[in-house]
């Protein structure tokens, strides 16, 4: 058994509780011990983002007791990973100690598809979800983290999963955070693109790694009343 | 003054921006195709970024070495420190050459500093000379693009414009279009008193200029008339002939996909006594406008840019959002930073937050300039004062939260229960919530 902690993350516990549930059933089938450290909140990327530096110190000093501990934290978001991971040492360069600490959990975050397939070297979780699907690759999480390969090795083993190519698959989806609701008609502008995008590709559900752009491209599809669903990378992991 | 946001609501619905897309798709893709025959690509975007950060760290010295070098090749070096000084030295420069036509090839820093308006306010005649400025001149709009001013126009809009303004029959066959353009252009061209060009590269220690062109209209501007007027960013320096070609083998690759430009122009001094052609004199002219003030600052990197324009090309909100949305004569990513860091926070203070972070820009930037980690660092800045956009203010309240887990635990609980009994979607919310669900549903009932 591999201990590990679940950052769940701000949206996922908001609006897709089900995804903690998936991916706690995916670390378990992969042999984890999963804890869902009890205090946890958000990873600060919303006040980054905007540029409010003192809350996201705020929030991030917090993020260190809340992540205190040596086993390492899965984050089913490659985003929120990215900030663990890249920004929050940033935050602390006046103060040696905080950095020291935040240089500990950042070394210690990973984002889900790569925890399992980088670090624990499984591709086969035993899923099964008889659907044609198009897999969104998340920008931070491609641009900053390297990830695509991984979930493309998981998808390929599951069961009765027919994967189809996106013909733009490293476009952005236009959610941004902030920006899709500070400038609504350029986000909406840019998903149109990418649900077109999607809509040619015949797919039946959107897979994605970030509950976040997934949230975006949901509200799009059915704003446009559009047949296509999206799902969390981890819900069709743990389905059977 | 207008806002990034109520000029992007009317650039996303601008008929004009399926034109900008294929536009765009074409330089992409001719970009990636380039860069994947050209193995020694990522080694080449090393040098030239090392390269930029070699003028950058000394670049008085390199200011004083091109100036030294410009002189001794019988040429002469203005500095501007603004707009204002650029566009005085510029008009005494050509104050006695009324009469004659004042031509230009395409140049980001006389856009810059507004040069046109001010030398026809004068009673100049000036004329573009790029196809694409040229037509943008006669739209009397500004550029869209960096390096593809007229980007989002198609033949049949650019065949009315030439029937309106030029008395030709309307024609919408690109070659016949560009003729009439051509023809119209060299009777100005031989008449002209004065050309002005931009500089893509000065080289320290030669002291030539040069310009990097595909139609051959900078060469006829830099050599027909008797005064060749170059305008230069204080910044667009490199040491020497050897790191010019370095910044030659990304900058056509990063533009146009192109492995060489059509025309790149060495400019080494004016004519000389011996030699039949070229101007009689040539005039730098250096324009600082708050450039030299970004040294040493967070913001240096961005003086590092060579205006490929490939940030653009590649950034999902320049794509749909469109060049006129910026507001501001540097369009895309590389505006978005510019802009503020140059023009100020007042007027552009909202650009930083016109992204979505998505890191394209800095995945094609042949000097590997980190735009998104500036974005942040101006978001930072515009915070810090009253400019924050309102709905921004939001996230205060939303870390405040999540600074207390218990009260955040019994958000997260109640939201819950209220995803119990909402409806399956929410469809309008107010508030800050009108962003969301004015172009999309929300998802709730469990």
């Known amino acids: 058994m591999v201990d590990v902690s679940l950052f769940t993350t701000c949206l996922v516990q908001g609006l897709y509780p089900q995804v903690i549930e998936a991916t706690v059933e995916v670390l378990s089938r992969a042999g984890c011990q999963v804890r869902i450290p009890k205090a946890q909140t958000c990873c600060g990327q919303a006040p980054?983002?905007?540029?409010?530096?003192?809350?996201?110190?705020?929030?991030?000093?917090?993020?260190?007791?809340?992540?205190?501990?040596?086993?390492?934290?899965?984050?089913?978001?490659?985003?929120?990973?990215?900030?663990?991971?890249?920004?929050?040492?940033?935050?602390?360069?006046?103060?040696?100690?905080?950095?020291?600490?935040?240089?500990?959990?950042?070394?210690?975050?990973t984002e889900l598809s790569s925890f399992l397939v980088d670090q624990l070297g499984v591709t086969d979780l035993g899923a099964r979800f008889d659907a044609t699907v198009a897999f969104h690759n998340s920008c931070h999480g491609m641009r900053n983290l390297g990830l695509g390969p991984q979930a493309a090795a998981l998808l390929a083993k599951v069961d009765s999963l027919r994967l189809v190519k996106l013909s733009r698959p490293e476009e952005c989806c236009g959610f941004g955070g902030l920006f899709a609701v500070e400038l609504p008609e350029v986000s909406a502008a840019i998903m149109a693109s990418k649900l077109?995008?999607?809509?040619?590709?015949?797919?039946?559900?959107?897979?994605?790694?970030?509950?976040?752009?997934?949230?975006?491209?949901?509200?799009?599809?059915?704003?446009?009343?559009?047949?296509?669903?999206?799902?969390h990378l981890a819900e069709v992991l743990a389905s059977r | 003054m207008t806002t990034y946001r109520e000029r992007s609501q009317v650039g996303v619905v601008d008929p004009r921006i399926a034109a900008l897309q294929r536009g765009t798709d074409r330089f992409r893709s001719h970009r990636a195709e380039a860069v994947s025959d050209f193995a020694e690509m990522d080694e080449m975007r090393d040098r030239a970024r090392a390269i930029r950060h070699r003028v950058l760290a000394d670049l008085s010295g390199y200011v004083?070495?091109?100036?030294?070098?410009?002189?001794?090749?019988g040429g002469r070096v203005h500095r501007a420190a603004d707009s204002e000084e650029a566009r005085k030295i510029i008009s005494e420069l050509v104050a006695d050459r009324i009469g004659a036509p004042i031509i230009k090839s395409k140049s980001m820093a006389t856009e810059e500093i507004g040069l046109n308006h001010h030398l026809e306010a004068l009673g100049h005649e000036v004329v573009e000379t790029d196809l694409g400025e040229f037509i943008?001149?006669?739209?009397?709009?500004?550029?869209?693009?960096?390096?593809?001013?007229?980007?989002?126009?198609?033949?049949?809009?650019?065949?009315?414009?030439?029937?309106?303004?030029?008395?030709?029959?309307?024609?919408?066959v690109p070659t016949e279009l560009n003729q009439i353009a051509r023809l119209h252009l060299r009777e100005i061209f031989l008449r002209a008193g004065v050309g002005i060009t931009g500089v893509n590269f000065g080289v320290a220690a030669t002291g030539s200029v040069v310009t990097v062109t595909n139609e051959g209209n900078g060469r006829l501007t830099s050599t027909t008339p008797s005064l060749h007027i170059a305008v230069m960013g204080i910044e667009r320096l490199v040491p020497d002939l050897a790191d010019l070609e370095v910044m030659l083998e990304v900058l056509a690759r990063s533009a146009t996909g192109q492995r060489l430009s059509v025309y790149t122009n060495i400019i080494t001094g004016p004519r000389r006594v011996d030699e039949p052609d070229g101007p009689d004199a040539l005039e730098v002219v250096i324009l600082d406008n708050r450039r030299t003030s970004l040294l040493g600052t967070e913001l240096e990197e961005v003086l590092g840019c060579i205006r490929c324009g490939a940030c653009l090309n590649a950034c999902p909100v320049y794509r749909h959002a469109g060049g006129r949305s910026y507001g501001s004569v540097y369009p895309g990513p590389i505006g978005a930073v510019l802009s503020p860091a140059l023009f100020g926070f007042e007027q552009f203070g909202d650009l930083p937050y016109a992204s979505t972070l998505c890191g394209a820009c800095l995945e094609v930037c042949p000097i590997r300039i980190d735009l998104p980690r500036m974005l942040l660092y101006l978001r930072q800045q515009t915070a810090a004062t009253h400019l924050l956009p309102s709905v921004a203010r939001g996230v205060r309240y939303f870390t405040a939260l999540?600074?207390?887990?218990?009260?955040?635990?019994?958000?997260?609980?109640?939201?819950?229960?209220?995803?119990?009994?909402?409806?399956?979607?929410?469809?309008?919310?107010?508030?800050?919530?009108?962003?969301?669900?004015?172009?999309?549903?929300?998802?709730?009932r469990r």
């Open chain 2, 402 to 444: 999540g600074t207390r887990p218990a009260l955040w635990r019994g958000g997260v609980r109640l939201a819950s229960a209220l995803r119990r009994i909402g409806p399956r979607w929410i469809t309008r919310m107010p508030g800050p919530g009108r962003g969301w669900t004015s172009t999309r549903d929300l998802p709730w």
């Open chain 1, 48 to 109: 980054f983002n905007t540029g409010l530096l003192e809350e996201t110190r705020r929030l991030a000093t917090k993020i260190l007791d809340d992540l205190e501990g040596s086993e390492p934290i899965v984050v089913p978001s490659g985003s929120c990973a990215d900030m663990l991971t890249h920004h929050l040492p940033h935050l602390f360069e006046d103060s040696p100690e905080l950095q020291r600490r935040a240089l500990a959990v950042s070394q210690r975050v």
């Open chain 1, 196 to 231: 077109a995008d999607v809509e040619a590709s015949g797919a039946q559900y959107v897979v994605g790694g970030d509950a976040s752009c997934l949230l975006h491209l949901a509200g799009g599809l059915h704003r446009r009343q559009s047949a296509v669903e999206v799902k």
């Open chain 2, 136 to 172: 943008i001149q006669l739209a009397a709009e500004p550029p869209v693009h960096i390096i593809a001013p007229a980007l989002d126009r198609t033949r049949h809009e650019i065949g009315q414009l030439f029937s309106d303004h030029l008395g030709v029959p309307f024609t919408s």
């Open chain 2, 64 to 73: 004083e070495q091109f100036t030294g070098s410009v002189e001794r090749v």
